[in-house]
């Protein structure tokens, strides 16, 4: 019994390693706080640890995660609602910051410019989505998960992610100037 | 790059593939920027000794400020209390007194009645120290 209890909890540990950092990116793109992400991702692998038993393998570890991750996002916006939400206000930044991480690689200066005006401008246009539309777009072309994935991960079918991917895109689209 | 390259490969993703390509690489570059973000943001220095106190030094004093009022309220209500209850005291024994003052008046006026009363019963019923005398003038008087 016990031995199961030890192999268990090295598997546990061997799944917050792989997919902490994607659980936390996830986070941190739907929320744009740091700490709240942090705090999330650790009540996420709480979570996860407490149902680790139950988890039959049905999903892969990372759709699971991810769908435990998604409902206490939600739940953290439903509370926030009832609350004073000056906190999570005053930490969080705009969507757009991801522009100053955007690794210059081979481009020149010009083109590093165009490059993050653009992705600011997709940064506003996501967070201008509503929350379905943005955590399907997040998980596809961020988190680059399957639209299966992202069905099993949202409790959406596939037919919806696509629609609410569709919708997204073209709001992307649209504020980066193309037509719809 | 990879990332965008592994989307874009994807069968059935209609939508990435009827992008243009300005959006193509203005998505990718977002998740770049994303990544490097979120990199960032795991690998700094963590800010947990410094926030904590502060909240805790915050919930103390919500606390404090709490059982502070909680206490000053209760304890002035006690008080408002207590001084009704002194004040009703102290008027209901200004009361008995001037009820047992009054009480005695009229004992002590029942008293001096009874012996007035008593005086002018006596001095109808025994004849007066000087009344022979008095007489025994009036005989010689007449005489």
């Given at each position: 019994?016990?031995r199961?209890?030890?192999?268990?909890?090295?598997?546990?540990?061997?799944?917050v390693?792989?997919?902490r950092?994607q659980i936390?990116?996830?986070l941190l793109?739907?929320?744009?706080?740091?700490?709240?992400?942090e705090?999330?991702?650790q009540?996420c692998?709480?979570k996860?640890?407490r149902n680790?038993?139950?988890?039959?393998?049905?999903?892969?570890a990372?759709?699971?995660?991810?769908?435990?991750?998604?409902?206490?996002?939600?739940?953290?916006w439903r509370?926030?609602?009832l609350?004073?939400?000056?906190?999570?206000?005053?930490?969080?930044?705009?969507?757009?910051a991801?522009?100053?991480w955007l690794?210059?690689?081979?481009?020149?200066?010009?083109?590093?410019?165009?490059?993050k005006e653009r992705?600011?401008?997709v940064g506003?246009?996501?967070e201008?989505?509503?929350e379905?539309?943005?955590?399907?777009?997040?998980?596809?072309?961020?988190e680059?998960?399957?639209?299966?994935?992202?069905?099993?991960a949202t409790?959406?079918n596939?037919?919806?992610?696509?629609?609410h991917?569709?919708?997204a895109?073209?709001k992307?689209r649209?504020?980066?100037?193309?037509?719809? | 790059m990879?990332?965008?390259?592994?989307?874009g490969?994807?069968?059935?993703?209609?939508e990435?593939?009827?992008?243009?390509?300005?959006?193509?690489e203005?998505?990718r570059?977002?998740?770049?920027g994303?990544?490097?973000?979120?990199?960032?943001?795991l690998?700094?220095?963590?800010?947990?000794?410094?926030?904590?106190p502060?909240r805790?030094?915050?919930?103390?004093?919500?606390w404090t400020?709490?059982c502070?009022?909680?206490?000053?309220g209760?304890?002035?209500?006690?008080y408002?209390?207590?001084?009704?209850?002194?004040?009703a005291?102290?008027?209901?024994a200004?009361?008995?007194?001037?009820?047992?003052?009054?009480?005695?008046?009229?004992a002590?006026?029942e008293e001096?009645e009874?012996?007035?009363?008593v005086?002018?019963?006596?001095s109808?019923?025994?004849?007066?120290?000087?009344e022979?005398l008095?007489?025994?003038?009036?005989?010689?008087?007449?005489?």
């Open positions: 019994m016990a199961a209890e030890e192999i268990a909890a090295e598997e546990f540990s061997a799944v390693t792989e997919h950092t936390f990116r996830f793109s739907s929320t744009r706080d740091v700490d709240l992400s705090t999330l991702t009540e692998f709480m996860a640890q680790w038993a139950s988890f039959r393998g049905e999903s892969s990372m759709t699971w995660l991810m769908r435990i991750a998604i409902n206490l996002q939600k739940d953290h509370n926030r609602r609350q004073f939400w000056r906190q999570t206000q005053a930490y969080a930044v705009n969507l757009d991801a522009s100053e690794p210059s690689g081979e481009r020149s200066a010009e083109q590093q410019l165009l490059a992705v600011r401008q506003q246009a996501v201008g989505l509503s379905r539309q943005r955590t399907v777009f997040l998980l596809r072309y961020v680059e998960m399957e639209l299966r994935e992202i069905a099993q409790g959406l596939e037919g919806t992610v696509k629609a991917l569709s919708r895109l073209a992307v649209e504020k980066l100037g193309g037509k719809r | 990879s990332g965008m390259d592994k989307a490969d994807r069968s059935g993703v209609s990435v593939a009827d992008k243009p390509d300005e959006l193509d203005a998505i570059d977002f998740r770049l994303v990544h490097g973000w979120s990199e960032a943001a690998s700094r220095p963590r800010t947990v000794v410094a926030s904590a502060r805790i030094w915050r919930l103390a004093l919500g400020l709490g502070a009022l909680v206490v000053g209760v304890s002035g209500g006690l408002e209390q207590h001084q009704r209850r002194e004040t005291r102290v008027v209901a200004k009361a008995a007194e001037q009820q047992r003052l009054a009480a005695q008046e009229r002590r006026q001096e009874l012996l007035a009363k005086d002018r019963d006596v109808r019923e025994v004849p007066s120290a000087m022979p008095a007489r025994l003038m009036a005989e010689d008087e007449s005489q």
